[in-house]
């Protein structure tokens, strides 16, 4: 069973331009799964403390992260962070940047609130939304240091591949809130998924592969290795990390 990255790209609309009412694009499929008395007790607790909300009520382009963290310091937003891992271990060494995970798998959520508290640190905050809207309404342009997409649903059958996350019009999205100098970073440990991937980022002029055109990156990027990843290696299993900077 795959750790639980919900977050994948749908564009289904209809084909009908007399069809008034079109679905709208969204980045994810709720799946809820069986949540615990822990993750339900975390949500209820401390999402007021680490919950960040947003919604129709919030004026676009408006999220000031330095506020949300009373500091000044760099920002980094993981897209579906799962049940939060690697985000805790990337928050825990570097306490000196302030993380955003965005995830709408509530779950997850509560595990990640739940481990934040336990762990006591102070540079994690929450978004429990679809991350397309968030990037495409809440952001600021040129606000992010970084952006990481971590083994995100590789929808293998090649009809589902329209589905997958990283496409060419989200991928210009990201870029453009990320600083000059600011990093996207990407993994998967789907061959297929890695080529597209290498793909489509290759083509946003904004970006500039830190391994050089054309390559994957040669390590991990300082991307915690978790235990899913380690069983899949074990059993042979490639990974495949891209890390692209701003110009």
């Known amino acids: 069973m795959r750790r639980a990255p919900v ?20 980045s994810f499929v709720r799946r809820e799964g069986r949540i615990t008395k822990r993750q339900e007790a975390a949500i209820e607790t401390l999402w007021p ?15 000031d992260f330095s506020v949300q963290f009373a500091r ?24 000196s940047v ?36 968030v990037f495409a309404k809440y952001i600021r342009d040129a606000s992010l240091d970084g952006v990481n997409i971590f083994f995100p649903d590789p929808w293998p059958k090649k009809r589902h591949h329209k589905r997958r996350l990283v496409q060419l019009a989200f991928v210009e999205l990201l870029a453009a809130k ?3 100098g600011g990093r996207l970073h990407l993994a998967t440990d789907w061959e297929n998924y890695a080529e597209q991937m290498l793909e489509v980022v290759s083509q946003v002029p904004l970006l500039i592969n830190a391994s050089g055109a054309g390559n994957f990156a040669q390590d991990r990027g300082g991307r915690p290795q978790t235990k899913f990843e380690r069983r899949g290696q074990a059993r042979g299993h490639g990974v495949w990390d891209l890390v692209f900077i701003r110009e």
């Open 178 to 180: 990320l600083k000059q």
């Open 98 to 133: 302030d993380f955003i995970g965005i995830e709408v798998h509530r779950p997850g959520v509560g595990s990640l609130l739940a481990d934040i508290d336990k762990a006591q640190i102070n540079n994690i905050r929450i978004i429990n939304h679809d991350a397309s809207e």
């Open 7 to 26: 977050l994948h790209n749908i564009l289904k609309m209809t084909n009908s331009s007399n069809d008034k009412h079109h679905r709208p694009i969204r």
């Open 72 to 95: 000044q310091a760099p920002h980094v937003v993981e897209i579906g962070f799962g049940m939060g891992h690697s985000l805790l271990a990337m928050a825990q060494a570097t306490p």
């Open 49 to 63: 403390r680490y919950g960040i909300e947003v919604g129709s009520d919030l004026p676009q382009s408006t999220l």
